[in-house]
């Protein structure tokens, strides 16, 4: 089987991390995710992880609770360094060889970004993991994954989320919701679809960098869509 893309940018949320837990990360569930991302790797194909954090803090949640904003989303931002760092073990666990990358720096504990090596890792057919989001706050890290995307030259930015790509309108409430095999980003915005959040949707569209909504918790997916394979949405430019 040959991958349709060399080089992926796969964004996950820190909440694909929890499993049905109420917080933090569940072994068994990252096990499963890495247990997919193994199966992509093994074809060739060149893996950048970003992974979020809200299993553990998001900045808004500390904002809304009195904390200054920026401040919160600092500590988001380490969350997420601690879900990479989750997440990269258990990669080495599997035989991957996975690197983390922090935007901020923490160099006892991970090495900070950098676009160069990364790639470099990339090409030696390391995954790299790519920790605390885009380094600012007032950012998320749908920002981050669209731009560590157009930075390694990634062919495409696979979003994974719960549901299996884009509907009409919500499938759990609307029987007759339709999924979109395809749909353009001007179709998309006409139609007030959320595929990222706005400033990553921007950036990827200025980019022409296409994206990818997809179940990372249906076996296989992952492989379908890197293979070309009807899954989840493609937004394509
Ligand atoms: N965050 C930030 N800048 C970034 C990326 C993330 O400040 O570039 C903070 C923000 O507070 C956010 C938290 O980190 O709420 C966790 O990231 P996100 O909410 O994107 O995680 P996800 O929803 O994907 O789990």
Do not use: H, W
Request: charged residues 20%.
């Amino acid at each position: 089987m040959t991958a349709a893309y060399q080089r992926i940018l796969l964004k996950l949320s820190g909440e694909a991390l929890m499993g049905e837990d109420a917080y933090g990360i569940n072994q068994e569930v990252v096990s499963r995710i890495v247990a997919e991302v193994a199966e992509v790797s093994r074809l060739g194909v060149q893996v950048g992880v970003v992974i979020g954090g809200g299993n553990i803090f998001r900045g808004m949640a500390g904002a809304a609770s009195g904390m200054d904003r920026a401040t919160a989303d600092y500590m988001g931002m380490l969350a997420t360094v601690m879900n990479a760092m989750a997440l990269a073990d258990a990669m080495r666990a599997a035989g991957l060889n996975a690197r983390v990358q922090s935007a901020l720096r923490i160099d006892q504990v991970v090495e900070p970004y950098i676009r160069g090596k990364a790639i470099r890792y990339l090409e030696e057919g390391r995954v790299v993991v790519f920790g605390a989001g885009t380094g600012n706050p007032f950012f998320t890290t749908d920002t981050a994954a669209a731009l560590r995307g157009a930075e390694i030259g990634a062919q495409i930015v696979l979003k994974a989320t719960k549901v299996d790509g884009i509907y009409t309108a919500d499938p759990k409430l609307d029987s007759s919701a339709e999924r979109f095999s395809r749909i353009s980003f001007d179709e998309a915005i006409a139609r007030d679809l959320k595929v990222l959040d706005a400033t990553a949707f921007a950036l990827c569209r200025d980019q022409k960098l296409p994206i990818n909504v997809f179940s990372i918790f249906k076996p296989g997916a992952l492989k379908r869509v890197v293979t070309g394979e009807d899954e989840g949405t493609l937004v394509y430019c």
